[in-house]
């Protein structure tokens, strides 16, 4: 007869020796899992067509799902302003340039940002000592766009020190922000309708919109790349203003509507609801700034300007600076040298003076007017 202590002495035993299998098995199993793992190759991409059909051939129209708050300018001592035009060589550079160099003698707090993987703005800023320290730092806007984010130190650790100005600051660029941007753009095609991932035209929005960066300066220029890439569709999307350098012969004012004809879209499309034309600045006229007298090639440019543009976006007060930028002479040349601004040569610092002046206005008048 078994007894019933011999009966649940045999059960403890079963249990105990199924328990030692088990916790083999699963270390076996675990073992294999984990070979497995080690072996396995990724699968293959899923490439969403529909997704990439929607986009319709454009890169940047697309409506936003849910993009970062553009926080409003009436709460914030900074402006965002982009220095753009989808045509090279027409001033871009040297008019950020020297409107920030002319903001800064004026005692505000300037940020320029090199948004051009050519650097043009960087070399133009800095010199080489300043240009190794930047290197030996990675101070380069593209580890913005990166995502690298700001922390309590703001931007601080993105930028560098103009001419040991106090207030005068530049976001440096360099070649590879041309790797970073396309990588941006074929993340962002391929990640499938499912969405989920970061809209790769608001980084700088989310960066220059917080806390740390609106209270760190008072004006923000953007030197925007003469095509519409990752890092100009970032800026627009940031911006308060869109200020456009122009050469006044006819075909460089061509164009300019159809950058007017792009802001419209990417407004229309909500990508830059925020975003103002605020005017357009004459570069290389033969003007004095004095009598502001265009020579009549130029004028009649100007005057064709105006009317191709009001047409172009009839409900916006764009305006057509009255104050230009001169051919600069060499002495203009010598200062960029010399000072790195052509701002600094004697007969240009009062042309940039009343040329930040009227930008500083027409901030002004367009925000009282709401
Ligand atoms: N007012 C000016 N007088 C003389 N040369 C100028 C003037 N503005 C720009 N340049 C020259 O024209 C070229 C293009 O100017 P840049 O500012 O780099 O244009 P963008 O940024 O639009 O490509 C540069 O070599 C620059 O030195
Ligand atoms: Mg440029």
């Known amino acids: ?46 490439i969403d067509l529909n997704w990439l059909e929607t986009f319709d051939g454009k890169i940047w129209d697309k409506k936003p799902e849910s993009p970062p708050a553009f926080f409003s300018r009436k709460n914030r001592p900074v402006r965002f302003i982009s220095v753009v035009n989808l045509k090279g060589g027409v001033g871009k550079t040297t008019t950020t340039a020297n409107l920030g160099a002319a903001l800064a003698h004026l005692g505000k707090r300037v940020l320029l940002v090199d948004l051009d993987y050519q650097g043009s703005l960087t070399s133009m800023c800095l010199d080489d000592s300043e240009l190794r320290t930047v290197r030996s730092n990675k101070r380069f806007v593209e580890r913005i766009l990166e995502g690298y984010g700001v922390d309590e130190n703001g931007l601080k650790p993105w930028t ?16 590879p922000l041309c790797d970073v941007e396309n990588q ?12 989920g991932k970061e809209d790769p035209r608001y980084v700088l929005r989310r960066v220059f919109h917080s806390a740390e960066v609106q209270d760190a300066f008072d004006i923000v220029l953007f030197d ?30 061509e164009a300019v509507p159809r950058l007017l004809f792009t802001l419209r879209t990417l407004r229309q499309n909500h990508v830059c609801p925020d975003l103002a034309v605020l005017g357009v600045i004459a570069n290389r006229t033969y003007a004095t700034f004095s009598t502001k007298t265009l020579a009549d090639r130029e004028e009649a440019a100007w005057n064709y300007l105006k009317r191709i543009c009001d047409n172009e976006m009839p409900d916006e007060s764009i305006r057509y600076f009255t104050n230009c930028v001169k051919q600069f002479t060499n002495e203009a040349f010598d200062a960029a040298r010399k000072k790195r601004f052509a701002f600094h040569a004697k007969n240009f610092g009062d042309g940039f003076r009343q040329l930040t002046d009227e930008l500083l206005q027409a901030m002004q008048s367009r925000e009282e007017r709401g």
């Open 1 to 46: 007869m078994v007894t019933l202590n011999q009966e649940l002495a045999s059960l403890k035993e079963s249990l105990t020796s199924t328990d030692r299998m088990l916790a083999e098995r699963t270390a076996e199993r675990d073992d294999l899992a984990a070979k497995l793992a080690a072996r396995q190759e990724p699968l293959p991409m899923r």
């Open 160 to 175: 560098q020190r103009i001419a040991n100005d106090k207030a005068f600051y530049l976001v440096p660029a360099e070649e």
């Open 184 to 195: 941006m753009m074929i993340k962002w095609f391929l990640q499938g309708s499912g969405g």
């Open 224 to 253: 925007c790349p003469p095509r519409l890439t990752t890092a100009c569709i970032n800026a627009l999307a940031c911006s308060d203003y869109a200020v456009i350098p122009v050469l006044p012969d006819e075909r460089s004012t």
